[in-house]
């Protein structure tokens, strides 16, 4: 019979605030294994920290969705959001999935146009489109999604210079219920923008109006929100056909749908109260089909889902640098994971398991970073095992945003590896030298030399 290891007793103060009332759950089972690659064999082979993507569940997640959607409207389209996790290995894995690309810059359209899609198969959204980037997109047919008057003013000169019709549609922002209201972008359907658009494209000769977006927030956790969201630009798709007698191809319902993350303050888990993709499924097509539109003149329906496609696809493996107590008696353990490739730690409670067995006694722990820098917490609070020096962590659901928003500071940023469907592992992305940074930067003649 093996032996139990001896932990001594200990009394401390609780420091976990309020529970919530279906208690607290203080430990996870180890995470060893990644699609059937061991934790401790991914760390020895590629350093740590680093990212680890699994293709299986992206794919998973992607098929699950396109059934949502499919088996309650006729006609949907999904677009990869580039903004999401813009890995070219990423990418290509949506695109071989059918989905378009949606873009919101000029880097991330030349970065669709290398991955391979065709001009037709992007979407173009966002407020800093400029003349350079309208015109690469109107030569090659893309789909320009108008965010402001000044841009529809500059399509409309690119496009009667170049002697082509642009295809566009408007972005609308809308009141949906939830606050604060995102308004900053698009033209505002209850104030009459909106139609003050479409009214400028319908006379114009040099545009057509091809679709209606919206995106209403990010990390909805109401598909109400969709429904309302979805009813108001079936009225204005309408309301063209009526008055223009021209049909609106496609209505854009952008992205927003959470993941199972938990946001900061929240009173349970995410994976507790976060909804299902089939509830956002059920509240946009329903509003679609119980609209005004003719039943064999539904349009086509495009979901630019990111972050509930890829987040849990995505890993964090790293080490335990030291541990120490701080001044009012709490327990710190310091990572070699910071802030600077974690970006979402400042809105997440991300859940962090150990990579290796653990005994059942606990102690409630901050989690730090290796940076100089106060605010480098990964987790305020955190129940954890006793974690030693060298021990491996595994930090879920990091797939969404953290690649694109990570930036080069104290330390450099690690290598990515993606698990393909058959288990085997690839560098998808080289981590960091010093050399990617001499490359780019220039010393002045007179700052060559010195002398200390």
Known sequence: MDKFRYER???????????NKFGMRTEYAP???????????LISKYGSPVFVLSEKTIRSNVRKARKAFETRYPK???????????????????????SWAEVVSGFEYDKAIHNGVEGSKIIFNGPDKSDDDLHKAISNNSIIHIDHFDEFYAIKEIATNLNITAKVAIRVNMDTGIYPMWDRFGFNFENGQAWDALNKIMRSDVMELVGLHTHIGTFMLSPNAYSVAAYKLAELAIGVREKYNHEVNYIDMGGGFASNNTLKGGYLPGVDISPSINEFAEAITSALINSNF???????????TGRALVDDAGFLL??????????????????????????????????????????????????YGPLCMNIDVIREQISLPLLNKGDH????????????????????????VMI??????????????????????????HLEKFEL
């Open 31 to 41: 995470k060893t294994h990644i699609d059937g690659v061991a934790v401790a064999d």
């Open 318 to 367: 790293g080490s335990v640098l030291s541990n120490k107590r701080l001044s009012d008696g709490r327990r710190s353990t310091i990572l070699d994971i910071g802030v600077n490739i974690l970006f979402t730690s400042f809105w997440y409670d991300h859940k962090i398991t150990p990579a290796q067995p653990f005994t059942q006694y606990t102690e409630e722990t901050v989690l």
């Open 294 to 304: 003719r039943p064999d003149k539904l349009p086509l329906l495009i979901l630019e």
């Open 9 to 19: 007793p200990l009394i401390k103060k609780l420091e976990s605030s309020m529970p």
């Open 420 to 445: 393909d469907i058959d288990g085997k592992p690839h560098v998808i992305r080289e981590g960091e030298s010093l050399q990617n940074l001499l490359d780019v930067e220039k010393v002045p003649e």
């Open 393 to 416: 962590v595994v930090i879920h659901n990091v797939g969404a945003y953290n690649m694109t928003q990570w930036m080069q500071f104290i330390t450099l940023r690690p290598k990515i």
């Open 76 to 98: 949907v389209q999904f677009a990869w959001s580039y903004k999401t996790n813009y890995m070219d290995a990423v990418c290509r894995t949506f695109h071989q999935e059918g």
